[in-house]
């Protein structure tokens, strides 16, 4: 099983940009998906859910600027994210689970991650 996470780079403040997350190996359509992101001396943090039934979640510090959603035929999910601010950087992890049927802030209870994708906002 591979989680594979692209799309971080650089952005200035009041940017954009979509991460994605492929998976090989298992089949993102019967999982929990959560994208969680981890700051430079903070703890990892639930960015967004994805339920199998297609709800979604978001943090309240994202609310209205960012959006998870999936592609069942390329078993990928993505997050757009749209103006980004510079308390937005981070690494960004993508996170899978068959454990429950809805997202969880709880980390433990993901049987997959990705490797991360680097997010940098300049203000």
């Known amino acids: 099983v591979q989680l594979q996470a692209s799309g971080g780079g650089l952005v200035q403040a009041g940017g954009s940009l979509r991460l994605s997350c492929t998976a090989s190996?298992?089949?993102?359509?019967?999982?929990?998906i959560g994208w969680y992101r981890q700051a430079p001396g903070k703890q990892r943090e639930l960015v967004a859910g994805?339920?199998?039934?297609?709800?979604?979640t978001y943090a309240d510090f994202v609310k209205g600027r960012f959006t998870i959603s999936r592609d069942n035929a390329k078993n990928t999910v993505y997050l757009q994210m749209n103006s980004l601010k510079a308390e937005d950087t981070a690494v960004y992890y993508c996170?899978?689970?068959?454990?429950?049927?809805?997202?969880?802030?709880?980390?433990?209870?993901?049987?997959?991650w990705g490797q991360g994708t680097l997010v940098t906002v300049s203000s």
């Open positions: 996170a899978a689970t068959q454990k429950v049927w809805s997202a969880t802030s709880d980390a433990t209870m993901y049987d997959y």
């Open positions: 994805l339920n199998t039934a297609g709800s979604t």
């Open positions: 190996g298992i089949t993102f359509s019967t999982k929990a």
